[in-house]
């Protein structure tokens, strides 16, 4: 259903994410994250949104990225990866930011090891997503896009 209005939104990964497809396939599978560019970019056009798709394992750079999607995005697909349950800086750089944000988590951090029970961006996002693999960032594509259109009377 087109609006005839593209909006650029960002997914943003975190530390490691570059390695999937290799990095514990058991666990994140072996999709790379460049095929998990790929199939975002063909959701994302199906939906009228412009996607702008990036990562780094850097904690400062991951911050930089959230406030260029502030500043110029309608909304953010973040996997913030080890970084959710470490930094304070990743949790102030998206409560910073003024637009909708998606946590997204390609396994269920809270069926895991108990380190990565902790956190630190639950109550700052809008909403979130966790365990369904590479089929979550189409779940995250699709709410977002429903946050960013008007529901029709």
């Known amino acids: 259903m087109s609006t005839g209005k593209t909006q650029i939104v960002h997914i943003l990964g975190g530390p490691n994410l570059g390695r999937l497809g290799s990095r514990k ?3 994140y ?3 790379t994250w460049a095929e998990v560019s790929e199939l975002c970019q063909g959701w994302a056009a199906d939906l009228d949104l412009e996607l702008v798709f990036d990562q780094t394992d ?6 930089r990225m959230i406030h260029r999607a502030g500043d110029g995005a309608a909304g953010l697909i ?6 959710t349950h470490t930094s304070v800086a990743v ?9 909708p944000v998606i946590e997204l ?7 895991r090891e108990p380190f990565r029970r ?19 960032y189409l779940m995250a594509l699709e709410g ?3 946050m960013l259109t008007p529901a029709e009377d």
């Open 105 to 111: 988590h390609l396994t269920n951090p809270d069926a």
């Open 144 to 146: 977002l896009a429903s």
């Open 25 to 27: 396939p058991e666990i």
């Open 58 to 63: 850097g904690e400062g750079e991951l911050v």
């Open 118 to 136: 902790q956190n630190l961006l639950a109550d700052v996002v809008t909403a979130g997503i966790r365990g369904f693999g590479v089929q979550g």
């Open 91 to 99: 949790r102030d750089a998206v409560e910073a930011v003024s637009i």
């Open 78 to 83: 973040l996997n913030a990866a080890a970084y």
């Open 29 to 31: 599978g072996f999709t």
